[in-house]
């Protein structure tokens, strides 16, 4: 699987954006971008996926530029409750192995009141 | 609320002792992963199983062993503890055996050694 960078940490004011910046240069064509969050010592929670094109649900945007080397997480409206580590993981839908998810270090985001 | 359930939330035992984490999926996956989250070796993939049937082996250790029951509950059996076991243990179900994106985690047990 890919290797992504992400920034250690970062502040959003509450009610802003907050754009969450992954690099992933060695991505392979069949790779996609995912992003997870984890809220202090709970449970990963998936937020988005994509391969090439950008995404929007209800939680969050994801960005991907067309040269597909990065990419952008946006939660729109940040809140309090968004604060979290955010991972970035690339990696295959399926390739018939048995690899599964591992997690790198992530972001930690910080909503400020 | 993910729909995962895990019990028990919190566990202190003792080295050399052999612990069992539960598992209860989301009504209707058949698919169960066992994750382990220590301070210093981030979130690691253990073992996978679908539909009673192991599915996927990750860093799971040979003193570590799993199983999944025909109600598609499963159990996590930690044996000869040491210290460092000490994590957090994630459990995540999905409906199918292999979408990366659809694994739903439980809010995880604290197991303590001391």
């Known amino acids: 699987d890919a290797k992504t960078t992400q920034p250690t940490s970062m502040d959003c004011a509450e009610g802003r954006a907050a754009n969450l910046p992954c690099n992933h240069s060695?991505?392979?064509?069949?790779?996609?971008v995912y992003w997870y969050r984890q809220i202090h010592s709970q449970g990963p929670q998936y937020i988005i996926h994509?391969?090439?094109n950008n995404e929007t649900n209800e939680m969050a945007s994801l960005i991907i530029t067309e040269d597909r080397k990065s990419s952008t997480l946006i939660l729109p409206h940040a809140t309090l409750r968004d604060t979290a580590v955010y991972y970035c993981i690339v990696r295959v839908e399926w390739d018939g192995s048995a690899r599964q998810l591992t997690f790198g270090s992530g972001t930690q985001l910080t909503v400020l009141p | 609320d993910s729909g995962v359930t895990q019990t028990p939330k919190h566990l202190i035992t003792a080295t050399g002792q052999r612990v069992t984490l539960r598992c209860s999926p989301r009504?209707?996956?058949?698919?169960v992963y066992w994750y382990q989250q220590s301070l210093d070796q981030g979130l690691q993939f253990l073992i996978q199983y679908y539909n009673g049937e192991e599915r996927a082996k990750g860093n799971i250790l040979e003193r570590f062993s799993a199983q999944q029951f025909p109600d598609l509950h499963s159990e996590l059996n930690l044996s000869s503890l040491e210290l460092g076991d000490s994590a957090l243990y994630f459990c995540?179900?999905?409906?199918?055996?292999?979408?990366?994106?659809?694994?739903?985690f439980g809010p995880g047990t604290r197991l303590t050694v001391t």
């Open positions: 994509g391969l090439k």
């Open positions: 995540a179900s999905s409906p199918r055996r292999s979408p990366f994106y659809e694994q739903y």
């Open positions: 009504s209707g996956d058949l698919s």
């Open positions: 060695t991505i392979s064509g069949n790779e996609y």
